[in-house]
């Protein structure tokens, strides 16, 4: 059975992106995808993904806050934080098991297989 993921990002382009990433993964299926962190949060209660791939800057709530509030309420559940900005990121200040480049990523399916094995 596929490994369900959840994608969040603001981004309509990004999202299909990773989308299409995840229609050509036999091992991984997506189980809902997202346009801000509190949207995110509720789908996350109804759909119980298994990873969840989060963009920091998104309205409503931000990938930063939405990570925090989504470790109280399923702490094994992997989160990847994928982000223009992640240089800029200290990963302590963060409650993400991953931060990920939106400028690498092609590394982002090997950070799902390495958090999430099938």
């Known amino acids: 059975m596929a490994r369900r993921i959840l994608v969040a990002d603001d981004n309509p382009v990004i999202r299909k992106m990773l989308c299409k990433m995840f229609e050509v993964e036999e091992d991984y299926d997506l189980c809902a995808e997202a346009r801000d962190g509190a949207e995110t949060i509720v789908l996350a209660i109804k759909h119980k993904p298994e990873l969840i791939i989060l963009d ?3 309205p ?3 990938g930063v ?7 109280d309420l399923m702490p ?3 989160i990847i934080l994928f982000t223009l900005f992640a240089d800029a990121i200290n990963p302590d200040h963060v409650s993400a098991d991953r931060i990920v480049s939106k400028s690498d990523a092609s590394s982002l399916m090997g950070h799902v297989r390495q958090l999430l094995p099938v």
Do not use: H, I
């Open 60 to 62: 409503v709530m931000d």
């Open 56 to 58: 920091m800057s998104m």
């Open 76 to 78: 094994g559940v992997p």
């Open 65 to 71: 806050q939405a990570a925090k509030e989504l470790k």
